[in-house]
């Protein structure tokens, strides 16, 4: 599910337009059998609105982000392997390839471990996120946020990517070479000529989710 960035675990929400509540799946629910029935309503206080199901535990992430940045539309939090292994070492995730230039200097590392589950805690995670488009949580996961699904999804398997390739140069022992200054404002230059990447991954994606017969 979600190409390795959900699993048996995760969520991801979307904030209802002109409203104070989003759409979340169940807790319990298979995230590879969800269906549009079986999302629930929920409040920004995390109270559940429109469903019987109970949402899930970490709620909490989504509504706190929510309320602190009305610029976001969708809100993902993962447990992908990678990526995570970066908020348990002193190398930052820096950006390897030109996709990743959104995070020049790396991600913020959210200092608590424990599952978020209180209104301070999501308060907590919004603070470490910022205005930036992600973040990592100590020993636990990511949290990534987008205005549309499609770059959502795209970012998530960007990070990830990313988090793949600092992992294969780390075991070459050579000296790493990030991204400079000067090439990730030319790469920023580069994909702002063109907002076509978001929909040409979610194209192919869908191929192949209706190719494999699950769409």
């Keep these: 599910m979600f190409c390795g960035i959900l699993d048996y675990s995760g969520h991801v929400s979307a904030r209802i337009p002109g409203t ?7 807790r319990d629910t298979s995230r590879a059998g969800l269906r549009a029935d079986d999302l629930l309503e929920v409040d920004l206080d995390g109270v559940l609105v429109a469903g019987e199901l109970p949402p899930p535990a970490e709620t909490a992430i989504h509504t706190g982000v929510y309320r602190a940045r009305p610029d976001v539309g969708v809100v993902c939090h993962g447990h992908p392997t990678l990526s995570t292994s970066f908020s348990m070492v002193d190398t930052a995730l820096v950006p390897m390839r030109h996709f ?6 790396g991600l913020a590392v959210h200092p608590d471990p424990t599952h978020i589950r209180t209104r301070d805690q999501g308060d907590a995670v919004a603070r470490t996120l910022g205005d930036a488009d992600a973040c990592l949580l100590r020993s ?5 946020v ?16 990313n988090a793949r390739t600092l992992l294969t140069a780390l075991q070459t022992g050579g000296r790493l070479q990030p991204l400079t200054t000067e090439e990730v ?6 994909y702002d000529r ?3 990447r978001p929909g040409k991954v979610w ?9 494999a017969g699950v769409l």
Excluded: N, W
């Design 20 to 26: 104070d509540r989003i759409l979340i799946q169940p």
């Design 100 to 105: 990743a230039y959104k995070h020049p200097e």
């Design 140 to 144: 636990h996961g990511t949290v990534l």
């Design 146 to 161: 987008a205005e549309r699904f499609d770059v959502l999804f795209m970012d998530c398997l960007d990070l990830e990517e």
């Design 185 to 190: 404002a030319a790469v920023s230059e580069s």
């Design 194 to 196: 063109g907002g076509h």
């Design 203 to 211: 194209q192919h994606y869908l191929h192949l989710g209706a190719s």
